[in-house]
Antibody, heavy 118, light 108 residues
């Protein structure tokens, strides 16, 4: 079965750091653009960041620019620094269907809970 | 950034009802719109992309319409499995991705 398996979430104090990872199962991430999408408690889906299939282009939401870094090797990663209360939520990794130019997500991870609290 | 406004935010309906959710974009996006279904504790599921094309495996009671700035998701006859939250997402801008705020579909 084709899946994305997430890891790395947890509880962290404000100002702290976490690194999320997303590993493919049943296929390779090679050449697929990937993204992180989050959902704060009681809120809707919010795009966080995307990375091209080659890894040479990254985009970030204004809310995380300068604090989060997306990267990839055989897996997808999200380094989150200077975490704030409003960064709490479930983080999903998501695979683009095809083109980097059309960010449609056809496969999602199961979600990883990040809680920022003192 | 392109803003998406969904209506209603909450929709109460019964099994067998026909329901429509609308999504309005702040600027024209041709047919570059996707629809997702999201249930608590589950990963979102792609239903429709582009605006009127049903993804393989999605039941035919789901349909998408519209182009430009006005879009719709219609479920022709609600089934128990359809109660979830639905999101539209614009695919026009690849550098700034936005979702609608969501429409929660609940059982009346």
């Amino acid at each position: 079965e084709v899946q994305l398996l997430e890891s790395g979430g947890g509880l962290v104090q404000p100002g702290g750091s976490l690194r999320l990872s997303c590993a493919p199962s049943g296929f390779s991430l090679s050449y697929f653009a990937m993204a992180w999408v989050r959902q704060a408690p009681g809120k809707g889906l919010e795009w966080v960041s995307s990375i091209s299939g080659s890894g040479d282009t990254q985009y970030y939401a204004d809310s995380v620019q300068g604090r989060f870094t997306i990267s990839r090797d055989d897996s997808l990663h999200l380094q989150m620094n200077d975490l704030r209360d409003e960064d709490s939520g479930i983080y999903y990794c998501a695979k683009y269907v095809e083109s980097w130019w059309q960010p449609v997500f056809d496969l999602w991870g199961q979600g990883n809970l990040v809680t920022v609290s003192s | 950034d392109i803003q998406l406004t969904q209506s209603p935010s909450l929709l109460s309906a019964s099994i067998g009802d026909r329901v429509t959710i609308t999504c309005r974009a702040s600027q024209g996006i041709n047919n570059y719109l996707a629809w997702y279904q999201h249930k608590p504790g589950r990963a979102p599921r792609l239903l429709i992309y582009p605006a009127t094309s049903l993804k393989s495996g999605v039941p035919s009671r789901f349909s998408g319409g519209g182009s430009g700035t006005e879009f719709s998701l219609t479920i022709s006859s609600l089934q128990p499995d359809d109660f979830a939250t639905y999101y539209c997402q614009q695919v026009y801008s690849h550098a700034t991705i936005t979702f609608g705020q969501g429409t929660r579909l609940e059982i009346k």
